[in-house]
């Protein structure tokens, strides 16, 4: 049969089975360098108070393979047959049971890649956010202030779960006046006069700049969670779809090869109740939807519905 046989056994919820909130960030071309106190200083007071994973890699290094492995727990070749099935992933299917609130953000599409049709298949349009047309930067920033007020304005007596795809660090790493950090920096991308022999470093600059507002517009989403009582009950989950690469090996961007420029990103996880730790052994996009599951109170093996392992359980890999 060319059907799927997903998942392998139903879920089962035990007895400490819990609702807790989430919140998932994830940041377009985010590699794992950039997760540093001078570059995002919130980013990384909030990783040194939370599980902070410092050698971690993507399902892919491009968007659509990064983003499914994450909310999958699978490799990114599965992608084909979930969206002809317009199948959608069981921790989604798992909250929409539980009645969760849920509001979702994109400073891109939510239709190229078919996230409509795969990630989010069955979530309803009117929870599905895009920002105006705008640069990325732009974008995040009206996407930071509707979240947070959807936050507030949610039903306090269901759990929630927010998500928002950011867009600053997308070439051509957009940025406000406010953010810069790095000069000199290319003032004028315009790829058609792009010399990268010549260049290369000062497109870094852009990037390392749309980085730092990246990380205060994550942070105003931080300081809203903690100012309202919301991160003792609340999974945080950061990272990136992919990573990004400025010729170390050759190349500019991302999908092009599996350097580690390109598929390591940075991951920090914030479970209520669980002290802070610094993990230096590998872990992968293949572990998120595990490790929520299990936080859920999931007791099924993560084999039943995914490639990856629950990160606070036993090694694994």
Known sequence: SNALSYPLQPLRAGAAARDLNIVVLVVESWRADMLDPEIMPKLSAFAARSANFRDHFSGGNGTRMGMF???YGLPGSYWFPFLAERRSPVLMDLLQQRNYQIE???SARFTYPEFDHTLFAHVP???M???PEAEGWKGDRVNV????KGIDARD???PFMGFMFFESPHARYGFPDDAIIRRPYLEDMDYAELNLDRDIELIRNRYINSCHHLDQQIGYVLDHLEQTGLLDSTIVVVTGDHGEEFMEHGRWGHNSAFTDEQVRTPLVIHVPGRQ????DTMSSHLDIAPTLLTALGIENPPGDYSLGFDLFGPPSR
């Open 69 to 71: 492995s994450i909310f």
């Open 104 to 106: 979702l953000y994109t």
């Open 125 to 127: 349009t009117a929870q």
């Open 129 to 131: 956010h895009e920002a």
């Open 145 to 148: 202030a509707q979240m947070l």
């Open 156 to 158: 306090p007596t269901r």
């Open 276 to 279: 802070p730790s610094v993990i």
